[in-house]
């Protein structure tokens, strides 16, 4: 690790001194004469490589220009941390920021590696807007003060994480890679033709793929509830009472997040009760993405979820597990049809959740499906294993807390 100079050397700047907004509007994306668009599904959390993107012709309203070397930054729910840099010239979303380094104050190279840091990103969340969708403003970041190291520690810095980068990227990859592999797999199971099959449908449908078991509604395989509706965000003292699960503990992954916990009173009812095996299906979010995601309840203690979270409690003939690895099928591919709608939020009622039918084989072939995935579940649980461990020598690298006295 770099031997960095003393920390009474960094200084203090305002985030407008470091970086300079670029806010190049383009009214007509059809006539923005470049042949990417990146919005903010394109982005992947906590890396800073684009490795998808769309056509302008693809979309409509205003989007930004950006530059090969621009910073794109998703102003509008910082907390998924999409951050990256462009290798190439386009559009982007509104709902980002297009950035530039200032290089008398902040390397090109150094700048990203900053921003992508917990120190920034909590900064940033901070100082968020609006509780449904909670959104960044430049004129209040630009005020915010951060303390920097000279640029020559910046470069060695920025040099050292680079590597470290690289190696992340790598794990990225193979972690889509796996994760390709196993949907690959679980399709061919549902559709019950080998996986080498040269005829087999390119459909995501759902109806199509899975043509080929019954289908029930799922109001006859499970039992489904909503949570409670409180307003709990700021409830992070564990005195006030129990945990409570929210939509921003359920990864789109499919696992639980469980870094930040909020509480609640003890439930007075007993359909508030979280036992263990339970689905949980986020079914209202700000980002039609993240409705439809889904994780499996097995902690221990008492628990319960709040009202933008149904609890999926599968009856006798419903394997949990295998119920799991289909609704984030689904929810990947927008296969709840028109329950997912917008008006300020996207969401999906209970009422229609109830009312959705799934291919369902016996119990003993959906454990078999199931039995199947295991070793690509869990040949990707350790990619992220180990994606997390490379994470926290990046941070390392980032020495020590940045951040400005308030």
Known sequence: ???????????????????????????????????????????DSESLTIRRWGSPSDVEATKLRFRAGDIIFGRRRVYQRKLAVAHFD?????????LRAKPEVALLEFLPFFMQSDLFMERAKEISVG???PTINWKTLAEEEFALPPLEEQRRIADALADVSTYKEKLIEARIKAEQAEEALFLSLLARRPLSSKNRSKSNSIDEI???WPRLKMSAVADVAYGISAAVADNRDPAIGWPILTGANIALEGQLDLRKLVYHAPPSKDAFLLRKGDVLLNWRSGSQAHVGKTAIFELEGEWTFASFILRVRAGDALYNMFLWRLLNYMRKHQLFGAATSQQINFKMNAAYFRDVSIPCPTRPDQERIVGQLQPLWAAREALVRRHTEVQGLSVQLLTGDARAPR
């Open 131 to 133: 509780s449904l969708s």
């Open 90 to 98: 386009g559009i982007c979303s509104a709902h980002a920021m297009v």
């Open 210 to 212: 899975g043509s080929r």
């Open 1 to 43: 690790m770099p031997d960095y100079t003393s920390r009474n050397s960094w200084r203090k700047y305002r985030f407008d001194e470091m970086a300079v907004i670029i806010n190049d509007r383009i009214d007509d994306p059809s006539e923005a004469d470049v042949e990417y668009y990146v919005g903010l599904e394109h982005l």
